[in-house]
């Protein structure tokens, strides 16, 4: 047998040190793994950093919301109380504010004023005649004792007196009423107020009950709210009410009145509010109102920790290993940035003041997503701006 070379024994060296390494290097790798096996699992990934907040308790004003169109108060009908006359004079015009008193237009009065001097002219025939008719009654009653005169006579002389003085009485009242028509080719203001609309024209003849003019008496207006019957106990007269109008402009007022009766088809009633004079509300505009009905506590946290989704309102809870737990809620009255959280839904998952709650970055997270905490919860007073609330219509 031949024996190797020494070129064949080096290579034969090399193979088994090459060998023995790599050996090594597994049986290594090997117990390495089996190692980690012992470790607790890597911690998993934050998807986003997110900011905490927690629910807040604050007194906040209780209101109930409605809608409803602003109306006058009263507004007066002035027209024509005489017919076939022509309109001579047209003192104001749609916006002005007049006394009660005061010329609002005139008619053409020499018709008029004819009868009535024909009219005195009677009441002096009438009064002339009773003169006479009295003279006589006067003589006769002297001599009714004489005999010159039969009573017969006497009692003529007596009815004449009667009749001449009912003569006058009824010229007198003919001349009155002459007089009330002469006064009534006036058309006089019947209240303080604005004038709201005008149909009278110079030189038209105005038919006898025709509208010439409309008043708001007093230059009142007034809040038409169209409330729930459900919602009417919590209303009282009295109550204070901010109204926003159309213009933006919120509007103080203060309940007058509750309709007796409510609608039978919206199951609505009417709540008069009564409206500052003057005002920046006008008659005809619409707007939306909040009845003052107290305070009372509300749990609140910021809007930007509540999530809509699918029509419904959702915040996070920061759980164990920084894990989100997503919990359904209802949501009350909202005032400047802060909203009310009534209670989780059907009284699971109750928010308290203790939980921790995610501020800011909600909207990007779902059930069980692990987030990163920048800053500790902090609890930092909420403002309750009372002077202008949005809250939700209490039902």
């Given at each position: 047998?031949?024996?190797?070379?020494?070129?064949?024994?080096?290579?034969?060296?090399?193979?088994?040190?090459?060998?023995?390494?790599?050996?090594?290097?597994?049986?290594?790798?090997?117990?390495?793994?089996?190692?980690?096996?012992?470790?607790?699992?890597?911690?998993?990934?934050?998807?986003?950093?997110?900011?905490?907040?927690?629910?807040?308790?604050?007194?906040?004003?209780?209101?109930?919301?409605?809608?409803?169109?602003?109306?006058?108060?009263?507004?007066?009908?002035?027209?024509?109380?005489?017919?076939?006359?022509?309109?001579?004079?047209?003192?104001?015009?749609?916006?002005?504010?007049?006394?009660?008193?005061?010329?609002?237009?005139?008619?053409?009065?020499?018709?008029?004023?004819?009868?009535?001097?024909?009219?005195?002219?009677?009441?002096?025939?009438?009064?002339?005649?009773?003169?006479?008719?009295?003279?006589?009654?006067?003589?006769?009653?002297?001599?009714?004792?004489?005999?010159?005169?039969?009573?017969?006579?006497?009692?003529?002389?007596?009815?004449?007196?009667?009749?001449?003085?009912?003569?006058?009485?009824?010229?007198?009242?003919?001349?009155?009423?002459?007089?009330?028509?002469?006064?009534?080719?006036?058309?006089?203001?019947?209240?303080?107020?604005?004038?709201?609309?005008?149909?009278?024209?110079?030189?038209?003849?105005?038919?006898?009950?025709?509208?010439?003019?409309?008043?708001?008496?007093?230059?009142?207006?007034?809040?038409?709210?169209?409330?729930?019957?459900?919602?009417?106990?919590?209303?009282?007269?009295?109550?204070?009410?901010?109204?926003?109008?159309?213009?933006?402009?919120?509007?103080?007022?203060?309940?007058?009145?509750?309709?007796?009766?409510?609608?039978?088809?919206?199951?609505?009633?009417?709540?008069?509010?009564?409206?500052?004079?003057?005002?920046?509300?006008?008659?005809g505009m619409f707007g939306t109102g909040?009845?003052?009905?107290?305070?009372?506590?509300?749990?609140?946290?910021?809007?930007?920790?509540?999530?809509?989704?699918?029509?419904?309102?959702?915040?996070?809870?920061?759980?164990?290993?920084?894990?989100?737990?997503?919990t359904k809620v209802a949501l009350g009255?909202?005032?400047?940035?802060?909203?009310?959280?009534?209670?989780?839904?059907?009284?699971?998952?109750?928010?308290?003041?203790?939980?921790?709650?995610?501020?800011?970055?909600?909207?990007f997270l779902a059930d069980g997503d692990?987030?990163?905490?920048?800053?500790?919860?902090?609890?930092?007073?909420?403002?309750?701006?009372?002077?202008?609330?949005?809250?939700?219509?209490?039902?």
């Amino acid at each position: 047998m031949k024996k190797p070379s020494l070129k064949q024994a080096a290579i034969v060296a090399v193979i088994v040190v090459i060998g023995s390494g790599a050996f090594w290097a597994t049986t290594s790798n090997h117990a390495k793994s089996g190692g980690d096996k012992d470790k607790e699992p890597a911690k998993p990934k934050a998807s986003l950093t997110v900011t905490t907040t927690k629910a807040q308790s604050v007194d906040w004003p209780l209101s109930l919301s409605a809608n409803g169109s602003i109306a006058a108060w009263q507004e007066a009908v002035v027209g024509s109380e005489l017919g076939g006359l022509l309109l001579a004079e047209v003192n104001v015009n749609v916006g002005d504010v007049v006394k009660r008193g005061q010329v609002l237009a005139r008619f053409t009065n020499e018709s008029v004023a004819a009868q009535v001097a024909q009219q005195k002219a009677a009441v002096e025939e009438a009064r002339a005649a009773l003169s006479e008719a009295d003279a006589n009654a006067e003589r006769a009653r002297t001599l009714v004792n004489s005999g010159a005169l039969s009573g017969q006579q006497t009692t003529q002389y007596e009815v004449a007196e009667r009749s001449a003085k009912a003569r006058l009485l009824s010229a007198q009242a003919s001349l009155e009423m002459q007089q009330i028509r002469l006064r009534q080719t006036q058309v006089i203001a019947p209240d303080d107020g604005v004038i709201s609309s005008r149909t009278a024209t110079v030189g038209a003849v105005a038919a006898q009950g025709q509208e010439l003019f409309k008043l708001i008496r007093q230059n009142r207006l007034e809040w038409r709210a169209e409330v729930n019957a459900s919602d009417l106990l919590q209303i009282k007269v009295g109550q204070a009410v901010k109204l926003r109008v159309t213009n933006g402009v919120l509007v103080d007022g203060k309940v007058r009145m509750i309709a007796p009766t409510v609608d039978p088809v919206t199951r609505n009633a009417l709540v008069y509010v009564d409206l500052p004079v003057p005002g920046s509300a006008h008659a005809g505009m619409f707007g939306t109102g909040q009845f003052q009905l107290g305070h009372a506590e509300a749990l609140t946290l910021p809007q930007s920790a509540v999530v809509m989704r699918d029509g419904f309102s959702y915040v996070y809870q920061l759980g164990k290993d920084d894990k989100v737990i997503q919990t359904k809620v209802a949501l009350g009255r909202r005032v400047g940035e802060r909203i009310e959280v009534l209670d989780g839904v059907n009284g699971a998952n109750s928010i308290t003041p203790t939980m921790t709650l995610v501020e800011k970055g909600a909207g990007f997270l779902a059930d069980g997503d692990t987030v990163r905490v920048a800053n500790p919860a902090e609890n930092k007073p909420a403002a309750a701006h009372a002077d202008h609330p949005a809250p939700l219509a209490m039902k």
